[in-house]
């Protein structure tokens, strides 16, 4: 009875008591039929562990594919077509290495609401993860840009290398064709003259992706027009005697002699003084101009064109190059009469007038020395050569 004290001979023996260790003779009296279910017990573990194992690395591979290890490679241009779909877009990506996976690619973009694709031209990066793909897909090729640097003194032809180069989706031979067949025109370009060397602006532009050759032409051209209205070309080419497209042209010839600033301005002067005395400019710049390179300088030297100063007096037709502001500013403020302490006036016979009509390579960084006389630039060549600047 419930709170009656136990006595000595009242306690007995219980299965129960011995609880540290349990047989399993006594488990399995206990709980009959245990043994059999512990097979399909265990086989339905190890298969939820290898399934999510395999989850896993499905998971590992899926993240691998939509975000590659590494850095992203090089930008590259590539190109959304009328009538291109979400599928042959991605298709087209794996097919570029541009992505892994184009069905990974097509799940991913289907999560985000897909991708709005307008035609054009786009710049992404090989390997880049798979949202910053689709962000540069997913913005109009007239918001996207890439900046293309034309330098100082570039012809026609380099610069429709260059921009090609920068621009896979660009065309040289649309850019020069564009640049020379009279589509577009200058208001600095006489009417008889197709050409637009010397009348392309050497700056930086921001080339959008729905851009074309033409287009990018026209905006070289109207930098060259403000450019012209700010150094006011007009009227320092009227005061000078000269039309606003020889001054380019004067400005072309500057631009590619001139290696260091200093030298433009008495550049420009030794042009005048030879124009006005009559003399053959001999420009080396303008005598290679549209030459064949694999030529020699004798041969190219002996070959009577257009360009040819050392043959024919004058200024060249067009201009041979693309100036820059800085040799437009000589061209129309050339340096005039050197004075006496100059290098040029040095030496000179009585009655001889000192003025620059001679120059020659003095410096490794490209400055000239300038002479009044034919004996003082030979004497300077002599120098020159012996300095191993000239051949």
Known sequence: MAGDPLLPGDWHEDPWDEVSVVSEGATEELVPGFDSLRRPVRM????????ILLIGSAGWWVVHQLNPA?????????TVNDGDTLSSVSGRLADQNIIKSSSIFRWYASTRGGIDLVPGYYTLRAGDNAGAIIKALSTPPAQTFVSVTFPEGMTVTQMADRLSSKLTFMSASDFTTAATDGSV??????????????L??????QVSGDGSE??????MVTMMQRVARQVDLAAGAKLRGYSPYQI??????????????????????????RLAAKMPLEIDAAVKYGQDPAMTWTEMKATDTPYNTYINKGLPPTPIANPGKASIQAALAPAGAPPKSDEACVGLEA?????YLFYVLATAEGGHAFSTTYEQHLAKVAIAKAAGLLP
Do not use: H, M, W
């Open 44 to 51: 339905i573990v190890s298969i939820v562990i290898a399934t």
């Open 70 to 78: 590494g850095e992203p490679g090089a930008s590259v241009n590539f």
């Open 185 to 198: 025109r200058s208001e600095l370009q006489p009417k008889d003259i197709n050409s637009l060397e010397g």
């Open 200 to 205: 392309l602006f050497p700056d930086t532009y």
């Open 214 to 219: 033409s287009r990018v032409v026209s905006t």
């Open 248 to 273: 380019l042209i004067i400005a072309s010839l500057i631009e590619r002699e001139a290696k260091v600033s200093g030298d433009r301005s008495k550049i420009a002067q030794v042009i005048y003084n």
């Open 351 to 355: 009655g001889v007038k000192c003025q």
